[in-house]
């Protein structure tokens, strides 16, 4: 779930922790269900790119809604991982960095960044590369844990995670967050806070007018 701006030791995280992601996020299960039901009407037979997938799991969830989902990561790994048990044409995985997309200029209906754009550093850039490859009526969806509001059982799930290495880079409340997603071009027109040990707040987005 990184980027090529990433270094070796950090992108290899992902790698090394690839076959038990979603044993680590059954945790969060709580929140993902309430992501769902959130996400499907959004992308009701809509084309969407989800960078940043991980395992999978939000685009097989979506299966039923979208007509197509491209699902991208930049770890091999997790895309392995991401491809098993996937039999649908509708939905195919591949590793991309989400700083340099393949894809054509306004190729997409729906974007989808789920807890990425903490990770990563200039998250700005990722954002104007989703800019580029969403339709200019399209939306940009980007769920992201707001680790500057953790309870004190999530505070110390984050320090585990620092001490396994795990990149966090921006360390956002909701509406710290939320705000940078407007400065940086986006009008976000719903938003969401689902409660979990570390906060995750969900946030639809169109592109500004005049950017």
């Not at 091999?76 to 039999?87: H, S, V, W």
């Not at 009526?137 to 059982?153: Q, V």
Request: charged share 20%.
């Amino acid at each position: 779930m990184q980027t090529k701006e990433l270094s070796i030791t950090k992108k290899n995280f992902w790698d090394r922790n690839a076959a038990r992601y979603d044993r680590f996020m059954r945790k969060n299960a709580i929140a993902y269900d309430q992501l769902y039901a959130l996400l499907r009407p959004a992308v009701w037979h809509k084309t969407v790119l989800e960078v940043a997938t991980g395992t999978g799991q939000v685009a097989k969830h979506l299966l039923c809604s979208a007509d197509h989902i491209e699902a991208t990561d930049a770890s091999a790994a997790m895309i392995a991982q991401a491809k098993r048990g996937n039999f649908s044409s509708k939905l195919y995985f591949s590793v991309q960095d989400m700083f340099h997309l393949p894809y054509a200029d306004q190729s997409f209906d729906v974007v989808i960044v789920s807890n990425a754009l903490h990770i990563v550093p200039h998250p700005e850039k990722a954002l104007i590369e989703f800019r580029r490859v969403l339709k200019n009526d399209g939306t940009l969806i980007a769920p992201t844990f707001t680790h500057a509001e953790n309870s004190p059982w999530g505070n110390l799930q984050t320090l585990a995670l620092k001490i396994a290495g795990f990149p966090l880079h921006s360390r956002w409340t909701s509406a710290a967050y939320l705000a940078f997603l407007q400065q940086n071009g986006w009008t976000v027109c719903k938003s969401v806070v689902l409660q979990n040990a570390i906060p995750f707040t969900y946030a639809e987005c169109k592109k500004s007018k005049g950017e």
